[in-house]
């Protein structure tokens, strides 16, 4: 079939969005990356615009170098495992009971959960609960209290009403199998799309966080990455800001271009691991966001 010249015109367009989007996303990636290894005083000159200038390690070197990095890598990975495990198994199979016609008052608690998502009770009442329950300066204070996203229950549950078909769950009941074993044995296995799609959801909030960690940790040996990573840059800017008087000039340029190459090297340590995960995730991710997002 012949293609009219709107078609073409319209494809051509597609295509240079497209182009543009790409560039728009991959440029500040490329910059980053590229000024946590440039000397800082070409960046800030703008003789580094995309490539490295004058190749230099010391942000990384100087972040490294202190042992509680470390510590902070094990702490998130660890809060970020243990967290998404729980919020999988509360998300998933919370959505798929709501998914369910046949499960008496639904929509009564669907109405329920989702008041919670504009309405809640704020930040001090929050902390006092969490305290009240002695999860202060524990794991489960970054675990329990986020145990659940209702904007992801929703998605979750529009993805059961989208994929699983009710003559399936017949059929499942008619082999004698309970409502637990067909969750297991019938659903689970057909919704790797969304699973995938709420564990890096999941798994990025957590990796991310670090507000709740300053209310509720003061044990530094459970710090996770992200409040360790925020010390460095805060020192590091605060110690160039304090440098003052004409005869420290030299001594405040040079805690200056440290707080700089820090800057860019503390996003690429932050970032990384997540940059390297998503890529294995991208496909179940881009199935089980536009299966979950159309109305059921």
């Given at each position: 079939?012949?293609?009219?010249?709107?078609?073409?015109?319209?494809?051509?367009?597609?295509?240079?969005?497209?182009?543009?989007?790409?560039?728009?996303?991959?440029?500040?990636?490329?910059?980053?990356?590229?000024?946590?290894?440039?000397?800082?005083?070409?960046?800030?000159?703008?003789?580094?615009?995309?490539?490295?200038?004058?190749?230099?390690?010391?942000?990384?070197?100087?972040?490294?170098?202190?042992?509680?990095?470390?510590?902070?890598?094990?702490?998130?990975?660890?809060?970020?495992?243990?967290?998404?495990?729980?919020?999988?198994?509360?998300?998933?199979?919370?959505?798929?009971?709501?998914?369910?016609?046949?499960?008496?008052?639904?929509?009564?608690?669907?109405?329920?959960?989702?008041?919670?998502?504009?309405?809640?009770?704020?930040?001090?009442?929050?902390?006092?609960?969490?305290?009240?329950?002695?999860?202060?300066?524990?794991?489960?204070?970054?675990?329990?209290?986020?145990?659940?996203?209702?904007?992801?229950?929703?998605?979750?549950?529009?993805?059961?009403?989208?994929?699983?078909?009710?003559?399936?769950?017949?059929?499942?009941?008619?082999?004698?199998?309970?409502?637990?074993?067909?969750?297991?044995?019938?659903?689970?296995?057909?919704?790797?799309?969304?699973?995938?799609?709420?564990?890096?959801?999941?798994?990025?909030?957590?990796?991310?966080?670090?507000?709740?960690?300053?209310?509720?940790?003061?044990?530094?040996?459970?710090?996770?990455?992200q409040l360790f990573l925020r010390e460095i840059l805060v020192s590091s800017e605060m110690s160039a800001a304090m440098q003052t008087g004409v005869s420290d000039l030299e001594a405040m340029e040079a805690q200056a271009r440290i707080a700089e190459i820090v800057k860019y090297?503390?996003?690429?340590?932050?970032?990384?691991?997540?940059?390297?995960?998503?890529?294995?995730?991208?496909?179940?991710?881009?199935?089980?966001?536009?299966?979950?997002?159309?109305?059921?």
């Open positions: 079939m012949k293609e009219s010249t709107f078609d073409r015109l319209f494809v051509y367009f597609n295509h240079l969005f497209l182009f543009l989007l790409l560039v728009s996303v991959l440029y500040p990636l490329i910059y980053v990356t590229s000024a946590s290894i440039s000397d800082p005083v070409a960046v800030n000159a703008g003789r580094m615009w995309l490539f490295p200038k004058e190749v230099t390690w010391e942000g990384y070197q100087r972040v490294f170098r202190d042992a509680e990095i470390w510590i902070g890598y094990k702490n998130t990975i660890l809060y970020t495992l243990l967290g998404t495990i729980v919020n999988l198994l509360l998300t998933i199979p919370c959505a798929y009971a709501l998914a369910r016609k046949d499960f008496a008052g639904r929509n009564a608690i669907t109405l329920f959960i989702v008041f919670t998502m504009f309405f809640n009770g704020g930040l001090i009442p929050t902390f006092l609960l969490v305290k009240s329950l002695h999860m202060v300066d524990t794991v489960w204070a970054l675990v329990l209290p986020q145990a659940a996203a209702v904007m992801n229950i929703i998605v979750s549950r529009t993805f059961f009403q989208m994929t699983v078909p009710r003559e399936l769950e017949e059929a499942a009941e008619i082999d004698g199998c309970s409502n637990l074993r067909m969750f297991v044995k019938v659903v689970l296995p057909i919704s790797g799309p969304i699973i995938a799609v709420m564990a890096l959801f999941y798994g990025v909030m957590h990796w991310n966080q670090y507000f709740n960690a300053m209310i509720y940790l003061k044990d530094r040996d459970i710090f996770p990455l090297s503390v996003m690429i340590v932050s970032a990384l691991p997540l940059l390297v995960v998503y890529p294995f995730l991208q496909r179940f991710f881009v199935k089980g966001v536009l299966i979950g997002s159309l109305k059921g």
